[in-house]
T-cell receptor, first 114, second 112 residues
């Protein structure tokens, strides 16, 4: 597609439930990144995938968070047993190469845990 | 990647030039200066980048001091749509696909 697509755009879930957030990167982009942004805060790196290499999970805040990328394309971020502090906008970006100006972000998924 | 320092907020009158400063006194020789912006409720958007020469594109101009310890992003005729948080990031092109690290940026408010 023309851009990075994320779904759903909004998600309200009850505390303790699991959620899945989806990211469709730009076709041909080998790198995919997940960030989150809490209200009024900066962007916090979570995880990134580069081609077929093992993902860099160094930013995941707890073992309740996991992500996978199937076939080098679509990625799913899963949060298990959601907590209220997980409420944030989850942003996905992809890039075709090493240069940082290749980053394209999606519009994000706004997650609210009630 | 070198650390950057930006003012937390700035105002600019519509139609005037917006000059956003960034200090990066510990920048090393092969590190570039990148600017992104994030409009409310959207993901960050790439604006411009440079090494040591001034750069201009359809969105903005980037002025880098001769010692490269600071830079200024210039929006020549700011509009209300330019209201956003602007991030200055210093990064080596050899960083591979390691993720960009965003600081707190400068919140620019363009006022009618």
């Amino acid at each position: 597609g023309a851009g990075v697509s994320q779904s759903p755009s909004n998600k309200v879930t009850e505390k303790g439930k699991d959620v899945e957030l989806r990211c469709d990167p730009i076709s041909g982009h080998t790198a995919l990144y997940w960030y989150r942004q809490s209200l009024g805060q900066g962007l916090e790196f979570l995880i990134y995938f580069q081609g077929n290499s093992a993902p860099d999970k160094s930013g995941l805040p707890s073992d309740r968070f996991s992500a996978e990328r199937t076939g080098g394309s679509v990625s799913t971020l899963t949060i298990q047993r959601t907590q209220q502090e997980d409420s944030a906008v989850y942003l996905c970006a992809s890039s075709p190469r090493q240069d940082s100006y290749g980053y394209t972000f999606g519009s994000g998924t706004r997650l609210t845990v009630v | 990647d070198a650390k950057t320092t930006q003012p937390p907020s700035m105002d600019c009158a519509e139609g005037r030039a917006a000059n956003l400063p960034c200090n990066h006194s510990t920048i090393s020789g092969n590190e570039y200066v990148y600017w992104y912006r994030q409009i409310h409720s959207q993901g960050p958007q790439y604006i411009i980048h440079g090494l040591k020469n001034n750069e201009t594109n359809e969105m903005a101009s980037l002025i880098i001091t001769e010692d490269r310890k600071s830079s200024t992003l210039i929006l020549p005729h700011a509009t209300l749509r330019d209201t956003a948080v602007y991030y200055c990031i210093v990064r080596s092109p050899n960083s591979g696909n390691t993720p960009l690290v965003f600081g707190k940026g400068t919140r620019l408010s363009v006022i009618a």
